[in-house]
C-alpha cells in the first residue's frame, strides 16, 4: 500500500513525480537485493547483503515494518528494515547480530515498546532527494501507531575511521553530538530528531566504524 509521508511530516520534500514508498512487496525483493549489493561496497563484506529468503523472513515476522521506495521506472531506489523489541533489550548493550536475530528479524516482539532500526540503504546515485528522511518519517508514523514508546537503532559512525589515531569512540560521539564534527551518518540522525544515548562496542564488522555505533533514541 502507498504511503505519503508528507501528510504527517510537515516540511518534508514530497518524492518525485511517479515514485511509491510502500511496504515491500514481495516483487520488489531482486531489486532490494540489487540494491544492496550497490550500497555494501568494500570495505565492507558480502555477508551485508541479504539474500531473497532472508528479505521474505523479514516480511514473516513483521510485513508492515518493512518499507521501499521505488522510481517511476518500477526500479527500488531505498529500502528500510525494522522490528519491535522491548526498552529493555533495545537500550541495554548489545550486538546487531543478537538482536535481530543475525538480520532474520526472528527476535521480533509485536508488543515490543521499542521500534528498532535494523537497515536502511539508499541508491547511492539517489542521494540528496530526501529518501531517508521519507524512510524514517515512515517508521517513526508506523511506530507511533503500534504504541511504541521510542524509535531506537545502532547508528554507523563511517567518519570514524578517520580519527583512530586520535580520538577514542567515545569522545567522537561527543563532538558529533556537539557538532564540532560532522560524521556522515550520526550527524544526519541527530538531526532528524535523534538524540545520543550511549555507545555500542563490537556492534557490528564495520571497518569504518571500528565495529562500534551510537545507541540513538528517539522518544515519543
Not at 555494501?40 to 515476522?61: D, I, M, S, T
Not at 550520526?186 to 564495520?206: C, E, H, N, T, W
Request: proline share 9%; aromatic share 8%.
Amino acid at each position: 500500500m502507498p504511503y505519503s509521508a508528507t501528510e504527517t511530516t510537515p516540511g518534508l520534500r514530497p518524492l518525485p513525480a511517479g515514485w511509491v514508498l510502500r511496504q515491500r512487496q514481495p516483487e520488489d525483493l531482486p531489486g532490494i537485493v540489487q540494491l544492496m549489493e550497490k550500497v555494501y561496497v568494500a570495505p565492507h563484506g558480502p555477508e551485508a547483503v541479504w539474500p531473497e529468503e532472508v528479505l521474505r523472513e523479514h516480511c514473516r515476522h513483521f510485513p508492515e515494518g518493512q518499507f521501499t521506495i521505488v522510481d517511476d521506472g518500477g526500479r527500488v531506489v531505498a529500502d528500510a528494515t525494522s522490528m519491535m523489541v522491548a526498552s529493555a533489550k533495545a537500550l541495554a548493550p548489545h550486538r546487531w547480530s543478537g538482536l535481530t536475530g543475525n538480520g532474520s528479524l526472528a527476535p521480533h516482539e509485536p508488543e515490543g515498546d521499542a521500534f528498532y532500526g535494523v537497515d536502511i540503504a539508499v541508491d547511492p546515485d539517489r542521494r540528496g532527494l530526501g529518501l531517508a528522511r521519507h524512510l524514517y518519517a515512515a517508521r517513526m508514523a508506523l511506530a507511533r501507531n503500534r504504541g511504541c514508546r521510542r524509535f531506537v537503532a545502532g547508528a554507523r559512525i563511517p567518519g570514524y575511521h578517520l580519527a583512530t589515531d586520535l580520538l577514542a569512540p567515545d569522545v567522537y560521539l561527543k563532538l558529533v553530538e556537539r557538532k564540532v564534527i560532522h560524521d556522515p551518518t550520526l550527524s544526519v540522525q541527530l538531526k532528524l530528531g535523534f538524540s545520543l544515548r550511549g555507545m555500542l562496542p563490537d556492534y557490528i564488522a564495520d571497518p569504518e566504524s571500528r565495529d562500534c555505533a551510537a545507541l540513538i533514541v528517539m522518544e515519543f
